[in-house]
């Protein structure tokens, strides 16, 4: 199994927040961690999923969560190269175009 690990960086006027490995009900507070140290840079949020192998519903409400935040503050989330994985059950929950809006595509 791929060691889970999370990655913020700033980014011009944005934060990128890397992820790799699996992310499920034991792994998702990496993320979440992850996720509120780039809320509080107050600037939008690109999360790069390239190298995520796994995700489940407790990390989809996550994600969910974090784009509701970063809407709330008026800034925007978007999951930029997402892996297959990523693509498969975000299509499978249809949050496709909720968490990839065409523009980022």
Request: proline share 4%; net charge neutral; charged share 20%.
């Amino acid at each position: 199994m791929p060691a889970t690990s999370a990655d913020v960086s700033s980014r011009d006027r944005s934060v990128l927040v890397h992820v790799a490995g699996e992310f499920d009900i034991g792994t998702q507070p990496i993320l979440r961690q992850a996720l509120s140290r780039a809320h509080a840079a107050d600037a939008d949020v690109l999360l790069d999923l390239s190298d995520v192998t796994f995700v489940d519903a407790s990390s989809l409400g996550v994600l969910m969560d974090a784009r509701r935040t970063l809407a709330e503050r008026g800034h925007t989330f978007r999951i930029v190269n997402p892996a297959r994985a990523v693509l498969r059950v975000l299509a499978l929950t249809d949050l496709t175009s909720v968490l990839m809006p065409a523009t980022a595509r």
